[in-house]
């Protein structure tokens, strides 16, 4: 088979930038009448979850209170903070990054495990720009590379997996963005931390006592300590139906973003990268060839997906509002098939399997070793 010929970065550094420009120029007052909708949307189910403990547990609440949560995350919070909606005319203060989230604005616009403050640093700064490196702080194959390597049966790995999906928040989400952010402080001192070290080594116990009083206090202490507590004036057994509820939708949320998260940047079609890209162009043509999108179009799926099937166009412009991500979509792809870029959309269903392979050792992610060159089981044409 003859080799994909090498794209021309820079001819389509300028088409991504003209394009761009098009997308600035249609943002109005429907993009933030959009997005109220669907924060709108979120808060409803919140509100009407909580009113379905009244007859105890059911499947109704936990689903309810589960995608309240996720909206919040996946879809509000997470294309604010990136700035999404600051260059929007008369944009909400509530919706501009600069305030949403911001000192006591947690408790009313984004109160979750993670801190907002580590979240931008850990997810929008590190993350965003070092995609699939070494560097990369939610690199899903290096995050579980002792997994991939250990001798257990592949049924166990498969099973642990599964156990990380439903506790990563607290576990992995709450830790590594605090971390990430005092790293980040630090930076002068030379004092990064791993993970790792973070629980383990001496020079972590000041950190490790931050994300107790940052994340893992404040969040639970909301949701599982206030909330359920006007059941408990009716009756023992109604608190406890409603704590069950808001226990089981924590897990059902945590499950339900994992498997629409981790797998955009997961899978033996998608490439990592063994340092940082030297330029402008190459770094844009990595966001694409180390991303998968899902399937996407209209707000009954892309609420499912917490926008996450845009997840190559948000890697190219995290600053665009939901409605553009729409927009874009096709005319991104267009412009990937017209310069030879691979352009990966798949069905979640899919990417899931794709990525259960990849954090269980059954496939590897082939690496971008040099320039032109692919080590692994991809074959992708490289800048």
């Not at 294309?79 to 008369?90: A, S």
């Not at 790792?196 to 490790?208: I, S």
């Not at 949701?223 to 897990?251: K, M, W």
């Not at 991104?332 to 069905?347: A, F, K, T």
Request: charged share 20%; with cysteine; glycine share 6%.
């Amino acid at each position: 088979m003859r080799p994909a010929p090498t794209p021309d970065l820079d001819a389509f550094e300028r088409a991504l930038d003209a394009l761009r420009a098009e997308v600035d120029a249609r943002l109005g007052p429907a993009d933030t009448a959009h997005l109220a909708r669907i924060e709108a949307l979120g808060r409803a189910c919140a509100v009407l979850g909580l009113a379905a403990c009244w007859f105890g547990v059911n499947v109704f609440a936990v689903v309810l209170l589960s995608l309240g949560t996720f909206v919040r995350w996946a879809i509000v919070a997470h294309h604010v903070t990136h700035g999404g909606y600051d260059k929007v005319p008369n944009t909400p203060p509530r919706y501009r990054s600069k305030v949403f989230g911001r000192s006591g604005r947690r408790f009313i616009d984004w109160l979750d495990w993670m801190a907002p403050e580590a979240w931008r640093q850990e997810h929008n700064v590190a993350h965003h720009y070092r995609l699939g490196e070494l560097a990369d702080p939610d690199q899903p194959e290096e995050n579980l590379e002792w997994l991939r390597r250990s001798r257990l049966p592949l049924v166990v790995r498969r099973a642990i997996v599964l156990l990380l999906s439903v506790l990563w928040k607290p576990v992995y989400y709450a830790p590594n963005t605090w971390n990430a952010l005092e790293n980040h402080r630090s930076r002068h001192d030379a004092a990064a931390l791993t993970l790792t070290q973070l629980f383990v080594a001496p020079e972590g116990r000041g950190r490790l006592r931050e994300v107790v009083r940052r994340c893992w206090i404040p969040y639970p202490l909301w949701r599982f300590g206030v909330l359920p507590l006007p059941f408990l004036l009716v009756s023992a057994d109604l608190y406890g139906a409603a704590l069950i509820n808001l226990l089981l939708a924590e897990l059902l949320t945590n499950a339900h973003a994992f498997w629409v998260i981790v797998p955009n940047h997961a899978g033996d079609d998608l490439l990592r990268f063994d340092g940082p890209a030297t330029t402008r162009a190459e770094r844009l043509y990595r966001q694409i060839v180390g991303s998968t999108n899902y399937g996407c179009g209209r707000d009954s799926v892309d609420v499912w997906h917490g926008w996450l099937g845009y997840q190559i166009e948000h890697h190219v412009w995290p600053d665009l509002t939901l409605l553009q991500y729409r927009w874009i979509q096709p005319r991104l792809q267009s412009l990937c098939r017209e310069h030879g870029i691979p352009y990966v959309q798949e069905s979640v269903w899919l990417r899931m399997k794709k990525t259960m392979d990849v954090l269980t050792g059954v496939a590897t992610m082939p690496r971008n070793t040099l320039p032109g060159e692919v080590s692994g089981s991809g074959v992708v044409p490289q800048a």
